[in-house]
């Protein structure tokens, strides 16, 4: 697949990831308000689709390549001497 063809798919399921973790919340609140009477089976699949959401973000960050980016600046904060703080430690 070439780059740009996985970084468009990686954003489309990053984006789908985060509307269907969006849309599970939001029935999971929805349905505890008595008023709406909604079905309440559906309550366990809205939290699945929570954690169905976060795999599809994951899927999509990782084949469009913005997780790379912050593993570098995750690396290069905590492991590069230029950016850490207690490189001025007095003797």
């Given at each position: ?46 939290i ?21 980016v ?22």
């Amino acid at each position: 697949m070439k780059r740009k063809n996985a970084s468009l798919l990686g954003n489309v399921l990053m984006g789908l990831g985060l509307f269907v973790m969006v849309g599970g919340v939001g029935y999971s609140i929805l349905n505890q308000l008595p008023q709406l009477d909604l079905p309440q089976y559906f309550a366990h699949g809205a939290i699945l689709s929570i954690f169905l959401g976060a795999v599809l973000w994951l899927a999509g960050a990782r084949m469009s390549g913005h997780e790379e980016v912050c593993d570098k600046y995750w690396w290069v904060r905590h492991y590069d001497k230029r950016c850490r703080r207690d490189q001025h430690k007095h003797s």
